[in-house]
């Protein structure tokens, strides 16, 4: 059984251009969470999605920031317009359902750099 | 709002030393304590998790504690060994969110 997959791990992208960030959650896991590691910050949630709904998106950026998680397919953290502040590593995670006895398990993150 | 402290930030210890690593948390009414590692560029590597109701968790050379009504949790890590070397992460989770503290910076020395 595979764990929480994300891809590209690495990205690089110039001022200006899009990034999308790519997360498989592990089989059997409708619920994902995404999180934003700044350099010399500690992890920060941004939002939690399940199946084509978006249930708390509390801590994401108010503009160029969005996600999805379709009903087929990736969940997709996308960032337009990216900026140097955006450089970060996004780590994505997932559980079974909502339920606080459930654990969120992590994927290796993507590392997103913005020259 | 929640808020999750780490201290120290760094931590420098000869190989062999038993070690304890702090944190502390606002908010008393958090449903787990959870404890990652995190080597340098690579992902979260859960340790150990406790549940509310529970007091501590251990694995292998590792012992968590969770103190709720003081808002303390410590990682216990026995005979450090070099490959201890790395970030441990303390979080909370808090409704659909987890608190991440930023982390104790762990240096084994051999």
């Known amino acids: 059984n595979a764990g929480v997959m994300q891809n590209p791990r690495h990205l690089v992208r110039r001022r200006g251009q899009e990034a999308r960030l790519r997360c498989s959650p592990m089989?059997?896991?409708?619920?994902v969470y995404w999180y934003r590691q700044l350099p010399e910050e500690g992890l920060k949630f941004m939002v939690y999605l399940q199946k084509e709904n978006i249930i708390d998106e509390s801590g994401m950026p108010k503009e160029r920031f969005s996600a999805e998680f379709p009903k087929e397919g990736p969940s997709i953290l996308r960032i337009q317009q990216v900026v140097r502040g955006d450089s970060a590593a996004y780590f994505c995670a997932s559980s079974t359902d909502y339920s606080t006895y459930n654990e969120q398990f992590f994927g290796p993150g993507t590392r997103l750099t913005v020259l | 709002k929640q808020e999750v402290t780490q201290i120290p930030a760094a931590l420098s210890v000869p190989e062999g030393e038993n070690l304890v690593l702090n944190c502390s948390f606002t908010?008393?009414?958090?449903?787990?304590l959870q404890w990652f590692r995190q080597d340098p560029g690579k992902g979260l590597t859960s340790l150990l998790l406790i549940q509310s109701s529970q007091r501590e968790q251990t694995s292998g050379r590792l012992n968590a504690s969770l103190d709720k009504s003081s808002g303390r949790s410590t990682l216990y890590i026995a005979a450090s060994q070099p490959g201890d070397s790395a970030t441990y992460l303390c979080a909370g989770r808090r409704d659909d969110k987890i608190i991440f503290g930023k982390g104790t910076r762990l240096h084994i020395l051999p």
């Open positions: 908010d008393s009414a958090i449903y787990n």
């Open positions: 089989k059997g896991h409708s619920h």
